[in-house]
């Protein structure tokens, strides 16, 4: 498979995890175990994954000048991701997230943006020669949302494919996913988005044709342990596969950098099959980017046999 080119705008963020047996009420203190800290961000977690796929991947994202920003630089760049594009803020920290995960395998994040919010709608104009030398663009909104808009309207002038993760959840003005070629949301993400609960086959249907009405060309639908979905072009659902959840930190993120990956080279029916295996295994392993797997592992699992090119 020749490696695609792939530039991702986003966020980086040092994650404090602490396992529970179950979500803690409010007032409630609760005994916690296996305190660790591991590089998350949603931005850097598709990099990151990406990459370990086998694509080539620049990050465009913004740290402070801090402990966890040189961390986070230098385990980018063990990578192989180029950070040519990645700015040191002098006065916010790094962004953080506390991270609960549940024995069931689910989480709660709570978020402090800090630096991510120092990547401004003015960085993007100086990456045009950057994206037209890429072959697709991958954002979320953890970065300032009128950031993301510029970014996709660059691409979308560059001639260059852009997926939009719409998460965290939030309301978004149609603009934004009009702009992008490709949207994925989860099944919460779509609800937020849409306004229709997605709790079946159906209601993702009619959510995804919402979305398409707003003029985006491709909606992929992230639904968990169930599969994913496809509506655009045509239209598909495809399982998941079944494995033991210990941590789903990180598992859409897998998913949306595989689809990044593949898309355009695998029929959309495999690329769904072959990003629902980057999130299944994902979600076996603890931490975001300490679980993103390897080409290998994802080839093994989808049963996708890719021809040269
Ligand atoms: O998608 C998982 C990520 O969300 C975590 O790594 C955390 O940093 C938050 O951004």
Not at 119 to 140: N, W
Not at 192 to 206: F, M
Request: net charge negative; proline share 5%; with cysteine.
């Amino acid at each position: 498979m020749k490696a695609k080119k792939i530039a991702v705008v986003g966020s980086a963020n040092m994650d404090l995890v602490m396992r529970v047996k179950d979500f803690p009420k409010p007032g409630e203190t609760l005994a916690g175990k296996d305190f660790t800290t591991a590089h998350g961000g949603k931005g850097a977690n598709q990099a990151v994954a990406a990459a370990r796929l086998g694509a080539q991947v620049s990050f465009i994202g913004a740290v402070g000048r801090d402990a966890f920003g040189t961390q986070q630089r230098n385990g980018l760049k063990a990578e192989g991701i180029d950070l040519r594009y990645l700015k040191s803020d002098e006065t916010r920290p790094t962004g953080t997230a506390i991270i609960l995960v549940a024995d069931s395998g689910e989480n709660m994040i709570i978020l402090d943006a800090g630096a991510n919010q120092s990547l401004r709608p003015e960085d993007i104009p100086p990456l045009k020669g950057h994206f037209e030398a890429v072959d697709h663009l991958v954002c979320q909104l953890e970065t300032p949302h009128e950031t993301i808009l510029e970014a996709l309207g660059l691409a979308k002038s560059c001639n260059c494919f852009s997926i939009l993760d719409v998460a965290p959840a939030s309301p978004l003005p149609p603009e934004f996913t009009a702009r992008a070629d490709l949207v994925t949301p989860n099944e919460s993400e779509a609800e937020i988005l849409t306004g229709i609960r997605v709790d079946s086959l159906e209601s993702a249907r009619k959510a995804a044709e919402t979305i398409l009405s707003w003029g985006t060309r491709h909606v992929v639908m992230k639904l968990g342990a169930k599969g994913s979905y496809y509506l655009g072009e045509s239209e598909c659902f495809v399982p998941s596969f079944e494995v033991q959840a210990v941590d789903t930190t990180g598992a859409g993120d897998a998913f949306t950098a595989a689809l990044a990956t593949v898309w355009g080279t695998l029929p959309v029916a495999d690329a769904l099959r072959f990003s629902n295996a980057a999130g299944a295994l994902a979600a076996t392993v603890s931490g975001a980017q300490p679980s993103m797997p390897a080409l290998k592992e994802v080839v093994r699992l989808a049963g996708i046999t890719f021809s040269e090119q």
